[in-house]
């Protein structure tokens, strides 16, 4: 079944650890985003992807990094992760650049960062 | 500063009629969308408004005023399985998305 698949579901980190949630898509969608997701907060973008080989900060980039090495891979970095940290993550991805086309999301992972 | 406002919580009886609404204020606007996420899932895409007035698709239709920031969702013949959040996004002049903090729809038989 095409979509986005992410890894893991959930994980419990302990602050300070380095982690990386990994995201990979079969669209061949050129555009892909990771997204936090708190209680009673909109979605919040943390970096996002145009195209393969470019990437590009959003609301809120600190304490993560990403890569874009191909088409279908968009793993995101916690260097050394703080329990303000803790949320949903979901990654996403949409045919065209930024906003232009509906978001097809993952099934999100759930990071406890104690 | 930019800003996506969707009541917190709505209640609406199985069978009836619901409208979510969601007014704007951003750097400008290049189109509005509503996603539909359940609890513990990934939001979905429902719709999409860029012009005024009335898109329908099947139950679910979405409302668009541009000259006054507002868009409503409008939910018939409502069944259990619509018990979701309902997350209202606005794309701006630099196609940034702009996210509402969403509308927790709770349906009672």
């Known amino acids: 079944i095409a979509g986005i698949t992410q890894a893991p579901t959930s994980q419990i980190l302990a602050a300070g650890r380095r982690m990386t949630l990994r995201c990979t898509q079969d669209?061949?969608?050129?555009?892909m985003y990771w997204y936090r997701q708190d209680l009673g907060l909109g979605l919040r973008l943390i970096h996002y992807?145009?195209?393969?080989?470019?990437?590009g900060k959003g609301e809120v980039p600190d304490g993560y990094s990403v890569s874009r090495a191909n088409t279908d891979d968009f793993p995101l970095t916690l260097a050394s992760a703080v329990p303000s940290q803790t949320s949903v993550y979901f990654c996403?991805?949409?045919?065209?650049?930024?906003?232009?086309?509906?978001?097809?999301f993952g099934n999100g992972t759930r990071l406890t960062v104690t | 500063g930019q800003n996506i406002d969707q009541p917190t919580e709505m209640t609406a009886t199985e069978g009836a009629i619901v409208q979510i609404n969601c007014t704007y204020q951003?750097?400008?606007?290049?189109?509005l969308f509503w996603y539909q996420q359940h609890a513990g899932e990934a939001p979905t895409f429902l719709s999409y408004?860029?012009l005024d007035g009335l898109e329908e698709k099947g139950r679910f239709s979405s409302f668009l005023s541009r000259s006054k920031g507002y868009s409503y969702l409008l939910l018939k013949e409502l069944q259990m399985k619509d018990s979701a959040s309902y997350l209202c996004?606005?794309?701006?002049?630099?196609?940034?998305?702009?996210w509402g903090a969403g509308t927790k729809l709770i349906i009672k038989p």
């Open positions: 996403a991805s949409s045919e065209g650049g930024q906003g232009a086309s509906p978001l097809h």
């Open positions: 669209m061949r969608h050129n555009a």
């Open positions: 992807s145009n195209t393969a080989g470019t990437t």
């Open positions: 951003t750097s400008g606007f290049n189109g």
């Open positions: 408004n860029v």
């Open positions: 996004a606005v794309e701006d002049s630099n196609y940034q998305l702009i």
